[in-house]
């Protein structure tokens, strides 16, 4: 049976396919220097629940933000979850960040979500349309360049 439901506009959900095992997607999604090459810069950041940590976002035209991040789930290799706290809001706007790596023929899926939107809140309806487009374009298929060029 398909769901025909309505998408939830409180999240964003993609997929990306990787031509590497879930093993090798592991790494290039918690080793700090290769999340810094495909998402941001990241202070303190570890695979380890609990883990408090700062992603450095770069916002095109204005300063850069940091978000303060807390690890949630670590069960290697299949799913990353951390907590995704943008402090410059008032109140500062939390979201989840959800990453969930299965095999796939000869490769892995990705499954990203992002979840916790506000739907009546104008500013998180514009700010979760500009995310989904970046991750969709930019943040995503980056990632997955970076996971097929490992050996």
């Known amino acids: 049976m398909f769901d025909v439901s ?3 506009p409180s999240m964003i959900d993609l ?3 990787v031509e590497r095992s879930p093993v090798v ?3 290039v999604l918690t080793a700090p220097d290769l999340i810094a ?3 941001a810069p990241t202070i303190g950041f570890q695979p380890v ?3 408090t940590f700062i992603v450095q976002v770069a916002v095109p035209d204005k300063p850069g933000a940091e978000m303060a991040c807390q690890l949630v789930v670590a069960d290697e290799p299949h799913h990353l979850a951390y907590s995704w706290t943008d402090l410059r809001g008032k109140p500062p ?3 989840m ?3 969930r790596l299965m095999p796939h023929g000869r490769g892995a899926r990705l499954f990203w979500q992002m979840s916790g939107f506000d739907t009546e809140d104008r500013y998180q309806r514009f700010a979760r349309n500009g995310i989904e487009r970046s991750w969709n374009r930019t943040l995503l298929p980056k990632f997955a360049e970076i996971v097929n060029a490992q050996r």
């Open 37 to 39: 090459e495909w998402l």
């Open 49 to 51: 629940v609990g883990t």
């Open 97 to 99: 960040m959800d990453y």
């Open 6 to 8: 309505e998408p939830d």
């Open 15 to 17: 997929a990306v396919f």
């Open 25 to 27: 997607a592991w790494h």
């Open 93 to 95: 706007l939390r979201w």
